[in-house]
């Protein structure tokens, strides 16, 4: 079965704190990776994609791919309180996205 | 910006009985999808279709579940019998590739079977 796991949440960090967020998953096979944000009630919205190790930065966002490890991460730097919402780690193999349960984040103004 | 969109927003049915989603994908997208998220739950792959054709299907996509492309822009997902289990949050995605490129959501269609 080809699953991908998040750190277990919720995750509270202050405002203009770093929060990091970590996936793995167990398909050697997979392709692509994504990190969605989910805002309660709503669809699930590109933050970022990432389909080669080492890091990529996308203003406040950091994602880090390592697939010796199977391992995805995003760092949030400068917590927003508008940044709390639930993340989603997602990765494709051949069509489908497979998604990680999540992991909530609040930032505490 | 383009975007994908869904008819209706909310559906409610009684057990048993048929219903229809739509969608309309980006228009340059090639590749659709559906995808269910039950309250609470995660996001689950159901369908992908391509070139009028389903190319992938998960274990959730049994006989009750059927997809179309009636026409140039439409995507429809039809569940001929409802069932309580079905009540969840229904998302159809698209893009232009399989491989290193963004599936991009619509709005979703909240589901409530009663």
């Known amino acids: 079965q080809k699953e991908v796991e998040q750190n277990s949440g919720p995750l509270s960090v202050p405002e203009g704190a770093i929060a990091s967020l970590n996936c793995t998953y167990s398909?050697?096979?997979?392709?692509?990776f994504f990190w969605y944000r989910q805002y309660s009630g709503k669809s699930p919205e590109l933050i970022m994609f990432i389909y080669s190790n080492g890091d990529k930065e996308d203003g406040r966002f950091t994602a880090q791919l390592n697939k010796a490890s199977q391992y995805v991460s995003l760092l949030i730097r400068d917590s927003q309180p508008s940044d709390s919402a639930t993340y989603l780690c997602?990765?494709?193999?051949?069509?489908?996205?497979?998604f990680g349960a999540g992991t909530t984040v609040t930032v505490r103004a | 910006e383009p975007e994908v969109t869904q008819t209706p927003s909310h559906q409610v049915t009684q057990m048993g009985q048929e219903v229809i989603l739509r969608c309309v994908p980006i228009?340059?997208?090639?590749?659709f999808y559906w995808y269910r998220q039950i309250l609470g739950q995660k996001v689950e792959f159901l369908v992908s279709?391509?070139?009028?054709?389903?190319?992938?299907k998960s274990e959730i996509f049994d006989d009750q579940f059927s997809v179309e492309r009636p026409d140039g822009s439409n995507f429809t997902l039809k569940i001929r019998s409802t069932k309580l289990e079905d009540s969840a949050m229904y998302f159809c995605?698209?893009?232009?590739?399989?491989?290193?490129?963004?599936?991009?959501f619509g709005p979703g269609t909240r589901l409530l079977v009663l």
């Open positions: 398909d050697r096979g997979s392709q692509s």
């Open positions: 228009s340059n997208h090639l590749y």
């Open positions: 995605a698209s893009n232009r590739a399989v491989v290193e490129e963004t599936q991009y």
């Open positions: 997602a990765v494709t193999n051949d069509y489908k996205l497979s």
């Open positions: 279709f391509y070139n009028n054709e389903i190319s992938e």
